[in-house]
C-alpha cells in the first residue's frame, strides 16, 4: 500500500505566482479530502470530493482557491493568485469509504513570499 | 456549530509515566472517534479509534475510553517512551457525512 502521495513536498514562490498542489489517493478509497493547517488555526478541512464529486467546498476560504479530482487517481488544489498569507502545510487524505477512516500524505509545505 | 475541544494543549511526562489527552465534542449525532498521531515533517497517522457502541478500546499500550452521556472521550499512553513524542490529535465524525472535526492538538513531550 503505496499511501497519499502528495506533491510537492515543498514549494517556495513569490506573492501573485499561481499554485498548483497535487495529490493521489489510495488505491480504492473513493473520497478525498484537502486540509490546510496552520499555527494560528490548526487543521482546515477545505472541502472533500466523493466518488471525483465535490461535496463540501464550505472550508475554502476564497475564490482564489480551487479545487479538482478529474478522476479517481488525480486531485489537485490551486491558488491563484498566491498570497503570503496563504502560507501553510496542505494535505490531502483519503478514505475508502463511510465508517472507515481517513489517511493521510505527508504534506506540501507552502511559502508564498 | 460543531466542535472538538481538546485538554491539554502540552504535556510534559517523564519516560514510563502515562500520559492522558482529553476531548470534548458537542454534536450528539458524532458517533466516531479517531486518535491521530503527528509527528515532526509528516502527516497525521491514525493511532486508534473507538465507534460509540462501545466505551473503551485497547492496543498494547495505547486505550480510547469514550462517555457518550458526557459528551467526552480521552486517550491513555501507558509506559511512555520518548518515541511517544508528537502532537496528537482527536476527532469525531458522524456516520454518512465523512466529515471530521478535529481538535486543536496535544504536543506530548516524554522527557528521558
Known amino acids: 500500500d503505496a499511501g497519499v502521495i502528495q506533491s510537492p513536498r515543498h514549494e517556495v514562490t513569490e506573492m501573485g505566482q499561481e499554485v498548483t498542489l497535487r495529490c493521489k489517493p489510495i488505491s480504492g478509497h473513493n473520497s478525498l479530502f484537502w486540509y490546510r493547517q496552520t499555527m494560528m488555526r490548526g487543521l482546515e478541512l477545505l472541502i472533500y470530493f466523493n466518488n471525483n464529486v465535490p461535496i463540501d467546498d464550505s472550508g475554502m476560504p476564497e475564490d482564489r482557491f480551487s479545487a479538482k479530482m478529474p478522476n479517481a487517481s488525480f486531485s489537485t488544489l490551486k491558488i491563484q493568485p498566491s498570497e503570503p498569507r496563504d502560507s501553510a502545510v496542505y494535505f490531502c487524505?483519503?478514505?475508502?469509504?463511510?465508517?472507515?477512516?481517513?489517511?493521510f500524505g505527508d504534506g506540501t509545505r507552502l511559502s508564498i513570499l | 456549530g460543531e466542535n472538538v475541544e481538546q485538554h491539554p494543549s502540552t504535556l510534559s511526562v517523564q519516560e514510563g509515566d502515562s500520559a492522558v489527552i482529553k476531548c470534548t465534542y458537542s454534536d450528539s449525532a458524532s458517533n466516531y472517534f479517531p486518535w491521530y498521531k503527528q509527528e515532526l515533517g509528516k502527516g497525521p497517522q491514525l493511532i486508534i479509534d473507538?465507534?460509540?457502541?462501545?466505551g473503551e478500546k485497547k492496543d498494547q499500550r495505547i486505550a480510547v475510553t469514550l462517555n457518550k452521556t458526557a459528551k467526552h472521550f480521552s486517550l491513555h499512553i501507558t509506559e511512555t517512551q520518548p518515541e511517544d513524542s508528537a502532537v496528537y490529535f482527536c476527532a469525531a465524525a458522524t456516520s454518512g457525512t465523512y466529515k471530521y472535526i478535529f481538535g486543536t492538538g496535544t504536543r506530548l513531550k516524554v522527557l528521558a
Open positions: 487524505a483519503t478514505l475508502r469509504g463511510g465508517g472507515q477512516p481517513q489517511h
Open positions: 473507538i465507534r460509540s457502541n462501545v
